[in-house]
């Protein structure tokens, strides 16, 4: 089945506690990227990435951090969580002409 | 900038009810349009896209016009389900060659409670 998975789909962790959000795709699409959701603000993109080893920022990228050093794979790292990452955070990946894009289930982050 | 505004929900009907979610946009270029449907716990799906003024993007009933002259990509069902209750979001793509390509700009999604 074709599909972006991410896990875990739940955390709840503590300010400065390091942490790595999974996200990988079986579907061999060249383009990944990384969403938060936040109320009445839709979906902002934090990063995005073209092929392996070419990654580059969206919109809110400060706190976060990404790495492709396979095709499937586009973990989310956030190397000191504050409370305002506190959101619910997806994955999409999308062929090279970008005319869909594909989303895992979602991660709710929580950091007190 | 690209920005994407729907209207404002959330949006409560009764089973049956005709429904209109309001949806324009700014971009430089010449977006792609889309709606993404997003059911309680579940990530965004795809429900229909445009590539160009004019065409229509249909599914499940649901459908929306690219309008270029008026911004505007609104999404219409003659006859609502309790099954549509969901968050719809309007997204723009700007077509492969800007420098943003790829990327998807969100509006901030509207709720949709249909009741029987």
Same mark, same amino acid.
């Given at each position: 089945e074709a599909q972006v998975t991410q896990n875990p789909r739940y955390l709840i962790t503590v300010t400065g506690k390091k942490l790595t959000v999974t996200c990988s795709q $079986?579907? $061999?699409?060249e383009y990944m990227s990384w969403y938060r959701q936040d109320p009445g603000l839709g979906l902002r993109q934090i990063y995005y990435s073209m092929n392996v080893e070419v990654t580059d920022k969206g919109d809110v990228p400060e706190g976060y951090k990404v790495s492709r050093k396979e095709k499937r794979n586009f973990p989310l790292i956030l190397e000191s969580p504050s409370p305002n990452q506190t959101s619910l955070y997806f994955c999409a990946s999308g062929t090279r002409e970008y005319n869909e894009q594909f989303f895992g289930p979602g991660t709710r982050l929580t950091v007190l | 900038g690209n920005s994407v505004t729907q209207m404002e929900g959330p949006v409560t009907l009764s089973e049956e009810a005709f429904l209109t979610i309001n949806c324009t946009y700014t971009a430089t270029g010449y977006p792609s349009l889309f709606w993404y449907v997003q059911y309680p716990g579940e990530g965004l799906q795809l429900l229909l896209k445009a590539t160009k003024a004019d065409d229509k993007g249909s599914n499940k009933g649901f459908e929306a016009t690219y309008r270029k002259e008026t911004t505007s990509f609104h999404l219409e069902k003659g006859s609502v389900q309790v099954s549509d209750s969901a968050v719809y979001f309007c997204a723009l793509r700007l077509c492969? &060659? &800007?420098?943003?390509? &790829?990327k998807l700009t969100f509006g901030q999604g509207t709720i949709l409670t249909v009741h029987p």
């Open positions: $079986n579907m $061999n699409h | 492969a &060659g &800007g420098t943003s390509y &790829g």
